[in-house]
């Protein structure tokens, strides 16, 4: 009979049977995408700041480059969170791609034309590439099964280092390429960020189909109905759970990421100014951030692992005892001292890594797929905003105080977490694995 309903018990798992194969198409799209949008960011924000001292002929507004970038970020996190709860990932993302794209052209075209107010117009809207790159992380979850969802969120990160690191690379053949173009050099790498940015969001909008929010939002809603159907047939079938009733876990999310992204942008931020005056070369300089960001991405793939097996809580408690660490560390070691402060940053950035896949996949378990993208785009918010407070509070409290102050307040800042998280114990709070 052709119009007769589905069978009760085969119904769910008719559309759920393709859902594995979706989702590893997913991932495949998101690395590639994440590959090319890590080498957008990278590029550009490697030069950013000496452009800008270029063009005005001071150093005074140098750090107005990542100001820009990321109150842009913040605002293009909300509308990209908006933009996909309504129309899905694909076509959110490759917006945001996009956007970035411009705004790195826009930076190419302010520094032809000399244009100052062009130059920090462009830099505002290229920051809609650092939002669209962060936010790529939640597209690999959408499809992910709970106990796999930590994985796809580190997939996601490990695929932006792979641009990151060779982003910077390129910057000297960029500003020769930039040069026998006419062009300034400093301007090159953002030729190579707007490139790369849009070649990610032509993946997206071409190979990300059928769209995995769509698809999953479609799958919730098959199976809450099938439930309610065979419910009242049989008398037994899971009550469907409300959208909003999903409990405290979200919140608890975003304030891991939240206070994670303080305590780490703060620290590093001041570590190379407190390395110069203690007389360390850019050599060294650079060899301390480079592991920082090494630490910050390329372990995702075993957090990803632990954060499934492990639970999300615990490695949101391991989060700010390493952070705690990562302070007192720093606090505690000698200015002239290398070996203490590359300790001291490297488990900064694997407390921020920790941090960050534990509180992601906490928001993405304790939202439905009815209001997941527009509350995702609302922390991502949260998130870009607390890291540009972090930086700009830092300054004043090392200029008051001293960078071993700030160190050891960053790390002491990450244990509320702790009251955070055994708060949310006593609430419901879904964690998509076994409890822990």
Known sequence: MKDAPRDAAAAPHDDESSRAGVQRRTLTVVVVSQVLGGAGLAAGVTVG????????????????????????????????????????????????FTAGSVGAFGVVLAAVLDSPVLLF????????????????????????????????????????TLGAVAGPNLVLPMGRLAAELGIPALAGPFLLAGAAYLAAAVVLLLLMRPDPFLLARKLDSDKAA??????????????????????????????????????MVAIMTMTPVHMRAHHHDLADVGLVIGVHIGS???????????????????????????????????ALASGDSLGPMIAALALLGLGWNFGLISGT????????????????????????LAGAGGASLS???VAGTSYATLAFSGGVLALVLLPVLAWSRRGTVRTGVAPS
Request: with cysteine.
């Open 226 to 263: 099938w439930a309610a159907r065979n419910a009242g047939q049989s008398g037994e079938g899971e009550p469907g759970e409300p959208a909003g009733a999903q409990g405290t876990g979200r919140y608890v999310g975003a304030a891991v990421m939240v206070l994670t992204q303080i305590a």
């Open 121 to 160: 117009a462009a830099l505002f809207v290229y920051g809609a590439g650092t939002a669209t790159n962060l936010q790529a992380r939640y597209a690999g979850t959408d499809l992910a099964v709970p106990d796999r969802r930590g994985q796809a969120i580190s997939i996601a990160m490990v695929s932006t």
């Open 361 to 384: 996949a906490l928001v993405v378990d304790n939202t439905s797929p009815e209001v997941r993208p527009r509350v995702q785009g609302k922390i991502d918010v949260l998130v870009a």
């Open 296 to 330: 910050m991405y390329l372990p995702s793939l075993v957090t990803g692992v632990l954060v499934d097996r492990i639970g999300r809580t615990p490695m949101a408690v391991a989060s700010a005892v390493t952070l705690l660490c990562a302070g007192t560390t720093a």
């Open 49 to 96: 700041s000496l452009l800008a001292q270029e063009m005005l002929g001071s150093a005074g507004l140098t750090g107005l480059p990542a100001g820009l970038f990321t109150l842009g970020s913040a605002l293009a996190a909300y509308l990209v969170g908006r933009m996909t709860q309504r129309v899905g990932r694909r076509i959110g993302l490759g917006a945001g």
């Open 395 to 397: 300054g004043f409290v």
